[in-house]
C-alpha cells in the first residue's frame, strides 16, 4: 500500500511543494499536521532547551531535514525539535546523521507504531536519545537504544538522563496552558 507520492530523491530535494514532507522508501510522505497545541510544545522545548544547549555547544533546530540512512535506502525525517551535538550539515542544509536528540510532538494522526519506528531510524544514525511529546495525555516518553520506553509524567521529572542527568525540562511550564 503506497502512503506517498512516489518521486526521486532529486525531485525530494529540489521541489518547493516538499519543503515539509519526509521521504521514505522513494515515496514523498506527507507529515501530519499539529494542531496549535503542537506549535506552542515546539516553541516551549526549544525555550526550555535552549539554555542547556548554549552551555554545551550544542544547536537547536526545529523540522530539519535529517539524511538518514535505512537498510542502504535514503530516508529524509524532519523531528519536531533536534539538539544536534556536532552538526553534519550537507551543501543542502541537511543534517547528515539523526540529531543528538530527536524530539517528535504527536500529532492526533499520529501512531505509536509508527513514531516507534521513526526512533529507530534515528538510533540507527547515531541519535543518543528520543523523546515522543504527547499533549493530550501531557507526558513524554522516553527513548533510549537498547532500552525499555518509559513514560515521564507531569509533576516527574524529565531529563536528558542517562547522557545529560544534569539536562532537566520542566514539564509543568511545557504543558502550561495545553
Not at 22 to 40: I, L, S, W
Amino acid at each position: 500500500m503506497k502512503k506517498g507520492i512516489v518521486v526521486s530523491e532529486q525531485e525530494y530535494l529540489t521541489n518547493p511543494a516538499y519543503e515539509h514532507y519526509e521521504y521514505v522508501d522513494g515515496e514523498v510522505v506527507a507529515k501530519p499536521m499539529g494542531t496549535t497545541k503542537h506549535g506552542r510544545l515546539q516553541v516551549r522545548f526549544c525555550v526550555l532547551l535552549n539554555a542547556f544547549a548554549e552551555s554545551r555547544g550544542m544547536d537547536l533546530a526545529t523540522e530539519l531535514h535529517c539524511l538518514l540512512t535505512v537498510g542502504g535506502e535514503t530516508v529524509y525525517r524532519l523531528p519536531n525539535v533536534s539538539l544536534i551535538e556536532e552538526a553534519k550539515i550537507d551543501s543542502k542544509d541537511h543534517l547528515v546523521g539523526g540529531p543528538t536528540l530527536a524530539i517528535e510532538i504527536r500529532s492526533p494522526e499520529d501512531r505509536t507504531k509508527a513514531l516507534l519506528h521513526k526512533a529507530e531510524e534515528y538510533f540507527a544514525n547515531g541519535t543518543k536519545l528520543v523523546w515522543i511529546v504527547d499533549p493530550e495525555a501531557k507526558n513524554v516518553m522516553v527513548l533510549v537504544v537498547d532500552r525499555v520506553p518509559w513514560i515521564i509524567e507531569l509533576g516527574e521529572e524529565l531529563t536528558g538522563s542517562p547522557f545529560w542527568p544534569e539536562l532537566k525540562v520542566d514539564l509543568e511550564a511545557a504543558f502550561r496552558g495545553i
